[in-house]
């Protein structure tokens, strides 16, 4: 048998996808030598099509420091903002997602764009991209890692320092490294179809419509076109069978809604993407000396719209963790704890919440009573696009939510 070819680098990067691409890039700003390796073949517009293209606010900043600024532009994307149709009424704030703080957007950027933009980044700024390249063993020792891979490249073995987790939902180093998968159901099937000669909003903002216990919503796309995305409940679509039948029935759903725009004039571009079953899922973000992003360490309910900004994030939470650090000793030890923390204070708070809205046996008239109180409340319907962008932790959001029912509930008893 042939020695495999080796190769030395300082990071291994296991997945090129958005949180693979971010960390192997703040790393190399760092001044460290990346490679990614991603089992995938893929040619220079390959991109990932089951998806809402909505970044939240909290994560377009992440696009500058990659020298990706201009993607927050047209005709690159569109840049918008949430309104939401609750049960309670509009939740529609002015100006920015949250007052005194710089007036970010949510931006409606197709993976067609961002994918291949962010791996043209990563080997504009010096990163080894190793596409087509499987890895099928590591092994750690006291100097660091050892990766054995295969694929287009032949038999490539190599050794870096550390060891990044970033190959998605049905990661293969959570298998190899025993990390865990925490599983948690999600009631919803989702439909995502796209579409042109639908007018929508002037403004550009993206409209989210809670209609019983679904959610339907209209994400402006640049080109004119438009993304209509629905999560509903699975028995709700069952019986939706046949590419023309669930085209129609998907159309018919949204032409029924008040709040949706005419959809007398839609033209699909493509059938209809979706699934019908997607467990949240969550692990450990390290295990060992290997610190996981993206999908491979949360992978929750799409309906939440955050896994374009929580692989943005989570790189570059990373990264960070890493700066004026090198790789070895007690500077890895540090490096990884300091990741481990942020993770744990910047994303994990939000997944509670998103877990539970993925069931949908809840109480229609408390949810009600709830966003009417919401939407009531200018400062309140403020906080909570805040916090649906992920700009506030939920902890804050329901302080405020309790205050305002305290509030309430003193005013009923002293009429």
């Given amino acids: 048998m042939s020695t495999p070819e080796r190769s030395t680098v300082d990071v291994a990067v296991v997945g090129g996808s958005i949180a693979g691409c971010v960390a192997a890039i703040r790393l190399r700003q760092l001044g460290f030598e990346v490679a990614i390796l991603d089992k995938k073949a893929m040619d220079d517009q390959s991109h990932k099509r ?35 149709v609750t049960p309670g009424g509009l939740v529609e704030g002015p100006g920015p997602y949250l007052p005194g703080e710089q007036d970010l957007s949510a931006l409606n950027l197709e993976r067609r764009v961002l994918d291949p933009a962010l791996r043209a980044a990563a080997r504009e700024h010096g990163v080894q991209y190793l596409d087509g390249t499987s890895v099928e063993q590591v092994e750690e020792d006291e100097t660091g890692w050892t990766l054995d891979t295969t694929g287009d490249h032949g038999h ?42 639908v007018k929508t909003r002037e403004d550009e903002r993206s409209v989210f419509i809670m209609n019983d216990r679904d959610l339907a919503c209209v994400y402006p796309l ?23 039948g669930r085209l129609g029935e998907f159309l018919a759903y949204f032409g029924d809604l ?60 990373l990264a960070r963790s890493f700066a004026n650090r090198s790789l070895a000793g007690d500077d890895l030890a540090e490096g990884l704890a300091e990741y481990r923390r942020r993770f744990e204070e ?3 708070p939000h997944a509670e919440g998103i877990i539970r809205d993925a069931l949908v046996d809840k109480d229609e008239a408390s949810q009600q009573r709830t966003f009417r109180i919401i939407c009531d409340n200018p400062a309140l319907s403020q906080k909570y696009l805040a916090l649906t962008g992920r700009m506030v ?23």
């Fill in 346 to 348: 910047v994303l994990l």
């Fill in 393 to 415: 932790l939920p902890g804050e959001f329901k302080r405020d939510l309790m205050r305002a029912l305290m509030t309430r509930g003193s005013a009923g008893r002293g009429r």
């Fill in 222 to 244: 640049v080109e004119d076109r438009t993304q209509f995305v629905l999560f509903a409940e699975k028995s709700r679509v069952e019986g939706w069978h046949g590419a023309d």
């Fill in 258 to 317: 008040p709040d949706a725009p005419p959809v007398a004039d839609a033209v699909p571009e493509t059938g209809l993407l979706g699934y019908a079953d997607y467990p949240n899922q969550v692990r450990r973000p390290v295990v060992g000396s290997v610190p996981f992003v993206g999908d491979a360490a949360l992978s929750l309910d799409p309906m939440s719209g955050i896994g374009c900004g929580f692989a943005l994030v989570s790189g570059d939470l």
């Fill in 50 to 84: 089951l998806c809402t293209h909505f970044i939240q606010p909290h994560a377009t900043p992440v696009l500058a420091d990659l020298g990706l600024a201009h993607l927050a532009e047209r005709p690159w994307s569109v840049p918008t903002k949430a309104v939401f």
């Fill in 156 to 197: 490539r073995r190599f050794r870096a320092r550390l060891v990044v987790a970033a190959d998605g939902r049905r990661s293969r180093l959570a298998r190899l490294l025993g990390n865990p998968t925490e599983e948690h159901p999600n009631d919803r099937a989702a439909l995502f179809g796209y579409f042109t000669g």
